[in-house]
């Protein structure tokens, strides 16, 4: 311990003798640096900005239009189904975390927890680590977690690019054959609340079949006819208001309509009971 301060003394020593032989004072000298720095920053960035604003055309969303590319994209539709909510590249890791961790349990330890907690390592290391030493070889502890943290940021970014979406499309053309193994295809109101199921967006908290539902760690509906026995107007009035059954989660689904409530609720209540009138009806 003792020897450790006076290696600490000594080079602060050599560091004070440093600055009075070859330092130079902050004013002017580091002062000039950075106001000259900032004013370049500054410049490029405005530049930039008349050099987009001056060379686009008004009023088009063409992406071929300007230098810097287009004034402005078209509308947002709210209503849309088939648009699929991606963040930004440099979110992907964190994006990808939140598949790992399944919801509901342990999604808060993966979205708010780690990158927490990672963030206070990242803040108190200079405080830990309070030897000297730069030379990466000997810092072993340091490299490896280095490593090891670039390595893992790289595989999720990757895994977060690559990972594939639970498409509304997609599932919708699954409908044929849900309908085919779950033998409801001579139901047409099924039919029509399978087709909701798929389009509605509760594939992104449900799965089906195998089908969706890789946000949330897949609340599975499969057999929900089976094991939830609530009738074709219980599942349309739980799924109106899930609220109302102590659902927090799940969004209400009232706008939807009875009609189309009522459809839902055929389409689960037929899943996992198989009708024995269909011959298709697996293992009856
Ligand atoms: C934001 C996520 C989310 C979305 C979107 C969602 N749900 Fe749910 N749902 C849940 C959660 C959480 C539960 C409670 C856990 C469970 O039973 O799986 C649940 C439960 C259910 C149940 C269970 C009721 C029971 O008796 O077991 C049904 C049926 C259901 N949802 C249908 C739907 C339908 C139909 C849609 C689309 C119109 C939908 N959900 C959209 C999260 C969601």
Known sequence: MNRRLEER????????????E????????????????????????VALAFIWKLTAD?????????????????????????????????FYFLFYLLR?????????????????????????????????????????????????????MGALTYKGATAKESLGIENDALVPTWAQKQGFADNPQAVAGAHIFAKAGCMGCHTYLG???????GLD???????????????????SDPSKFGNSVMPKWKDLGQDNLLKLGAFLESSG????????CPGK
Not at 63 to 87: E, H, M
Not at 211 to 217: L, V
Not at 227 to 239: H, K, L, P
């Open 22 to 45: 070859r330092g130079k004072p902050f004013y002017p000298y580091a002062m000039f640096h950075d106001t000259l720095m900032s004013l370049i920053v500054v410049s490029v960035i």
């Open 211 to 217: 089908a969706g539902g890789s946000n949330s760690g």
């Open 100 to 152: 790992i961790f399944k919801w509901p349990n342990s999604v808060i330890l993966g979205t708010v927890g780690i990158p927490t907690i990672a963030l206070i390592l990242l803040l108190a290391f200079p405080f830990i680590d309070l030897r000297r030493e730069r030379r990466p070889l000997r810092r072993p502890v340091a490299l490896v977690a280095a490593i090891l943290t670039v390595i893992s």
């Open 9 to 20: 003394r000594a080079a602060h020593q050599r560091y004070k003798q440093d600055v009075a």
């Open 58 to 90: 008004e009023g088009t969303s063409d992406a071929d239009s300007g230098w810097l590319g287009k004034l402005y994209d078209s509308k947002a539709d709210p209503g849309t189904t088939t648009f699929v909510p991606r963040p930004d590249w440099y």
């Open 221 to 239: 509906k499969s057999t929900v006819g089976k094991t939830s026995n609530r009738g074709v107007q219980g599942f349309a009035t739980y799924v």
């Open 273 to 280: 009971t198989c009708h024995p009138r269909t011959a298709a």
